[in-house]
């Protein structure tokens, strides 16, 4: 049986505590913490910041964006400090792929944004700076969500090509397809005129 590669090994390990970290439902412990309800059960059904913001509280909602776009960044933060950029990588988009499909609740999870944009700022806070900014003009242009989330995912590659940050190009495509497709529905909301606006109910 040949040897185990170490550096695989360890890419593995940061990959299954980057999903551990990811798959922590913030929005739905901060839900049942401030007596807000069961999220999957309120409007959009989803996990995530937005869908806190619906039940009218914004505290909760504010708590829930920081911690998880948190989780992204300490995924990246620890795997970089302890094992370099590759796995730092790997953690990164193990993280969002826990966030949206915990295996808590049954691979039913957010759709990633908060943790995109945390990650982002981890792995090059000039390009998570660019990122969160297209994402605030664009919600406070068109005050939709999804549009700015959609619209800053698109971008990514390419900003993180014009800032110089090329060895994250990969990872951003693959993070903007993985959120075009937890957007789906919302892309066809939009496509109809019919995707509610941030904070609608």
Same mark, same amino acid.
């Given at each position: 049986?040949?040897?185990?590669?170490?550096?695989?090994?360890?890419?593995?390990?940061?990959?299954?505590?980057?999903?551990?970290?990811?798959?922590?439902? $913030?929005?739905?412990?901060? !839900?049942?913490?401030?007596?807000?309800?069961?999220?999957?059960?309120?409007?959009?059904?989803?996990?995530?910041?937005?869908?806190?913001?619906?039940?009218?509280?914004?505290?909760?909602?504010?708590?829930?964006?920081?911690?998880?776009?948190?989780?992204? #960044?300490?995924?990246?933060?620890? &795997?970089?400090?302890?094992?370099?950029? !590759?796995?730092?990588?790997?953690?990164?988009? &193990? #993280?969002?792929? +826990?966030? *949206?499909?915990?295996?808590?609740? +049954? $691979?039913?999870?957010?759709?990633?944004?908060?943790? $995109?944009? +945390?990650?982002?700022?981890?792995?090059?806070?000039?390009?998570?700076? &660019?990122? *969160? #900014?297209?994402?605030?003009?664009?919600? #406070? !242009? !068109?005050?939709?969500?999804?549009?700015? &989330?959609?619209?800053?995912?698109?971008?990514?590659?390419?900003?993180?090509? $014009?800032?110089?940050?090329?060895?994250?190009?990969?990872?951003?495509?693959?993070?903007?397809?993985?959120?075009?497709?937890?957007?789906?529905?919302?892309?066809?909301?939009?496509?109809?005129?019919?995707?509610?606006?941030?904070?609608?109910?």
């Amino acid at each position: 049986m040949p040897p185990i590669d170490s550096s695989a090994a360890m890419l593995v390990l940061w990959a299954v505590l980057g999903y551990g970290l990811g798959s922590v439902p $913030f929005g739905m412990v901060l !839900a049942r913490l401030m007596g807000l309800g069961d999220l999957r059960k309120q409007g959009s059904g989803n996990i995530g910041a937005t869908n806190v913001l619906r039940t009218g509280n914004r505290a909760a909602a504010a708590a829930t964006l920081v911690l998880d776009a948190g989780k992204g #960044a300490v995924a990246v933060l620890l &795997a970089r400090a302890l094992a370099g950029e !590759a796995a730092a990588q790997l953690a990164g988009l &193990a #993280a969002i792929l +826990g966030h *949206c499909y915990p295996v808590w609740l +049954g $691979f039913r999870g957010g759709k990633g944004v908060a943790t $995109f944009l +945390g990650l982002l700022l981890a792995l090059s806070w000039p390009l998570g700076l &660019a990122a *969160c #900014a297209t994402w605030a003009a664009v919600a #406070a !242009a !068109a005050r939709i969500s999804s549009l700015a &989330a959609l619209t800053a995912a698109a971008l990514s590659s390419i900003l993180a090509i $014009f800032l110089g940050h090329g060895e994250v190009f990969v990872l951003t495509i693959a993070l903007t397809l993985l959120i075009f497709w937890k957007h789906r529905d919302n892309i066809t909301r939009l496509r109809n005129g019919t995707e509610p606006q941030i904070g609608a109910k």
